[in-house]
């Protein structure tokens, strides 16, 4: 019971992040019915605005500490923050150690302007064309950017830790009643969970109680009638795809303490994402968030020791055997919707 | 000749030619100079163009010809390398039964795959296919890999299946039943052709100029030739018709009364076999055999290779490769110190700032020039490089034709 409780717990903060990537994509794919392969790495770049954000607050320069030598006797130096000057000692400090969250207010402009420039300068001529070119040019379009990063960046994994409050584990076990120490998880698994839910609850909200997202939701109902009544649906999808892209980044940068971001990151998740969008369902919003909470569980529930000891190698392969079985019995996916992208 | 037009034969032709001269055509630059390093004509390079080849060739008959993106065609790749491998352990070192057993194994994985995933089109087939693809990836790199019969078992199921991680390797103990099991001195034999070495190469040198000649290379470029010549038999045949019949329209073609699902899987079928025999000489030209031949990223360059040739056209998915591989190999070995040899006639300040802007592009970022002329490619030029060559030829074409005007007119004047 505990291990299958950890496992759930475990499975829920990759899962949030499924369900992130593939609320994007589906939301591109539901507005401007292009399949971006990119969004992986548009979660990158995410994950990497948090690594720029926490080098600028970290810049220092060099002071010479005028009663200090160092063993050899040469005049020895302090790292000075810039930010710890222009804020102060205590509240530098606080900003340095919570530049991960802090990113989020970096990453959002970053991402939408990312997002907007990418609709607006390469996807909106790919409209017309077949989905098998759009998934060649966003694909090379991954690659690009994916080596773009990886020329600034370097190859290796950039550590970024949490803020010293969340880096250590909260005993769920005793919580729940059960012997101490069983199940323990990080704390920020949760705050990432929470994140996530969060995030998803806000695009719902925006898309259901807003005019503008009422708008949005009839163009893609009906692109054509809605054009039709003099509202001008591209901009407003443009500005959509910005928002898919900013809860990819944002998604990216909240998942860089728990995995250090590394240029290839956002291709690992894609290929799990498009499966988890398949899954839940082409252009369905709840689908995607189903489906990657969903297959996010039965991955880690698959890597429980005694379901490996049953069926070797099941967690390896369990999130494909489900699509592959999902799309084979519900050729919709999940939810899908009547009339997208069906043969 | 060869139940062929004339233009297709001039293109066999063509294709024959270049392969045969390959070592002599991809070394135009003497050794030792400073081009040296352009020079893309030692043996283990010219294999892997051809053998890429293959594995395009195959892959465009199921792309170019029916429209269905495979994201998952690697996995057919590394069955046949497994293949491959396994006929060289069990058997003897002789290239033949072992390329027949991975055309085999490969067509009977793609009967298998392609019956479950042409049930789907559009972006599901290529999630299905992909989805099979990692987990034969992921099978041979962890549950495949685990010895079966228990730890104390010697010998050839020691490491399973695939070996994992390390992939499958040859061993003094394999038996071997047909051929020797070690050679005189005692080592490990390499793949061979009836008695010639798949290694053994000859060298040829003029003046600066050294050419390799290798056996490995020539076999499969023969392989190629024979690929190449069945897949325009296949473009030129009624089965070809059929299945760009698919592409165009499969709601007019069930309409008709025809049923799509057999030609669809036989070209299915035969890509995948290609991909088989694409691996199998993998294995043949380097007796090694790693799950990361299986990764998306393998079949992603399948695709890639297809599509910046020009899919749907003969040739287009072997000048694809060709190209890849020689930025792969050629391109990723110039560094800067290179890059400042070449530059080294300009003023300084002029010459750090040329090098500056190349560098990212040139080296360890190979991979950033393949993504933007890859973008390029499907941007501005959705037939490939063939498309583009043809766009050029014409314009030359109508150059010429403009400059043939005005004699023809002028001549009567005289």
Known sequence: MEAIILQILNGLDKGSAYALIALGLTLIFGTLGVVNFAHG???MMGAFCAVTFSNLLTLSYQSPEPTGTDFLGNPSYDDLFYVQQWFGEAAGAWMMDWAVPLSILFAIPVMISIGVIMERGLIKHFYKRPHADQILVTFGLAIVLQEVIKYYYGANPIPTPAPEVFRGSFDFGAALGFDPNVIIYPYWRLVYFGFAAIIIAAVFAFLQFTTFGMVVRAGMADRETVGLLGINIDRRFTIMFGIAAAVAGLAGVMYTPINSPNYHMGMDFLVLSFVVVVVGGMGSLPGAVLAGFLLGILESLASMSAVIDLIPGINQVIIYLVAIIILLTRPRGLMGRKGVMEE | MFGLEKKDLRLLMFVAGLTLLAPFLLNPFPEGSAMAQFNAGYPDLMQRFVIFGIFAIGFNILFGLTGYLSFGHAAFLGVGSYSAMWMFKLFGMNVIPALGLAIAMS????IVIGYVSLRRSGIYFSILT??????SYALAYSVLATDMDGPDKQGLLQKGLTGGETGLQLTLQDPRILGAQTTESGNIPVPSLFGVEMRSATELNLGDWVFTFSAGYYFSGVIMLLAF????????????????????NQQRLTYTGLNPKPYTLAAFVISGMYAGLA????????PLAGPERMFWTASGEVVLMTILGGAGTLIGPVLGAGAIKYMENILSKINSDILHTWFAF?????????????????????????????????IFLPGGLVEGSQRIGRMFKRKQADD???????EPAE
Request: aromatic fraction near 12%; proline fraction near 5%; avoid cysteine.
């Open chain 2, 229 to 248: 010549y069945l897949s325009i038999r296949i473009f030129r045949s009624p089965f070809g018709m059929m299945l760009r019949a698919v592409k165009s």
């Open chain 2, 404 to 410: 043939d005007k005005p004699t023809a007119t002028t």
């Open chain 2, 279 to 286: 691996g199998g000489l993998m294995a043949a030209m380097d």
């Open chain 2, 130 to 135: 992909l989805a099979f693809a990692m987990m």
């Open chain 1, 41 to 43: 790495a548009l979660f």
């Open chain 2, 107 to 110: 067509g009977l994985f793609a």
């Open chain 2, 346 to 378: 300009l003023p300084d300040g002029l010459e750090n700032l040329i090098v500056g802007m190349i560098y990212p592009f040139i080296g360890k970022g190979w991979h950033l020039t393949l993504g933007i002329i890859f973008m390029l490619v499907v």
